[in-house]
């Protein structure tokens, strides 16, 4: 009886086997322009190229920015928040949603920025119209009222990398002291902020 028990189990096991497969062979990811695999949304083309570019130049951000032994590293912070938004907003890589600065020229209209002139942020929930002052040696002050504002919600702006992002960008843009352009990059330093905001020109 165990015998055929036996002669039943090895039956049964040896009509369960499958084939073992060979594994797939691995296929690099493609690699663009800069060293960004176009997969990678949170890359971005760091090196200096020349050009014509001022503080009105139109500038995406990359991301906080730190510097160790000369090389530049972005945070985790915005690269989650920008992942958050890809996800909930249908994975669309030709539009992906873009952190935006432009400064002006032109005085701004709200009461609280007699003087100062005039700049619109675009982050992943708010629309912000602001004003600033600046010098040619590189100062910067930026003011941002609460009437300038405007909250802009989407499938991801309830998300804790979203959530903690804004309230990070905002208080070191509200906290900015200095700028600095070399060649088609924008560093913006924050009062009591180690990291800079890094933006790059953004050429579309």
Same mark, same amino acid.
Not at 3 to 23: K, M, Q, R, V
Not at 63 to 82: K, M, P, V, W, Y
């Given at each position: 009886?165990?015998? %055929? @028990?036996?002669?039943?189990?090895?039956?049964?096991? =040896?009509?369960?086997?499958?084939?073992?497969?060979?594994?797939?062979?691995?296929?690099?990811?493609?690699?663009?322009?800069?060293?960004?695999?176009?997969?990678?949304?949170?890359? +971005?083309? %760091? &090196?200096?190229?020349?050009? *014509?570019? !001022?503080?009105? =130049?139109?500038?995406?951000? /990359?991301?906080?920015?730190?510097?160790?032994?000369?090389?530049?590293?972005?945070?985790?912070?915005?690269?989650?928040?920008?992942?958050? *938004? +890809? /996800?909930?907003?249908?994975? !669309?890589?030709?539009?992906?949603?873009? *952190?935006?600065?432009?400064?002006?020229?032109?005085?701004?209209?709200? &009461?609280?920025?007699?003087?100062? /002139?005039?700049?619109?942020?675009?982050?992943?929930?708010? #629309?912000?119209?602001?004003?600033? &002052?600046?010098?040619?040696?590189?100062?910067?002050?930026?003011?941002?009222?609460? #009437?300038?504002?405007?909250?802009?919600?989407?499938? /991801?702006?309830?998300?804790?990398? *979203?959530?903690?992002?804004?309230? !990070?960008?905002? #208080?070191?843009?509200?906290?900015?002291?200095?700028?600095?352009?070399?060649?088609?990059? @924008?560093? %913006?330093?924050?009062?009591?902020?180690?990291?800079?905001?890094?933006?790059?020109?953004?050429?579309?």
């Amino acid at each position: 009886m165990r015998n %055929l @028990l036996y002669t039943i189990l090895i039956l049964l096991f =040896s009509g369960c086997s499958t084939e073992i497969e060979d594994p797939e062979p691995f296929v690099p990811l493609p690699i663009g322009p800069g060293g960004c695999n176009p997969k990678d949304i949170c890359c +971005f083309d %760091l &090196s200096e190229k020349s050009g *014509v570019y !001022d503080l009105f =130049s139109s500038w995406e951000f /990359a991301g906080f920015q730190t510097i160790s032994n000369g090389h530049e590293t972005l945070d985790n912070l915005t690269c989650l928040a920008r992942n958050a *938004v +890809f /996800a909930l907003g249908g994975e !669309d890589y030709d539009n992906l949603f873009k *952190v935006t600065l432009q400064f002006s020229n032109e005085d701004s209209k709200i &009461s609280a920025c007699e003087n100062w /002139a005039a700049f619109n942020l675009r982050t992943f929930s708010n #629309k912000i119209t602001g004003c600033y &002052s600046s010098s040619e040696a590189g100062s910067l002050s930026m003011l941002t009222p609460e #009437k300038g504002i405007e909250y802009i919600p989407n499938y /991801a702006s309830t998300t804790l990398p *979203v959530s903690v992002f804004e309230d !990070d960008f905002l #208080k070191a843009i509200q906290s900015v002291e200095s700028y600095e352009i070399k060649g088609n990059k @924008l560093y %913006l330093s924050s009062k009591g902020i180690r990291e800079k905001l890094l933006f790059i020109a953004n050429e579309n």
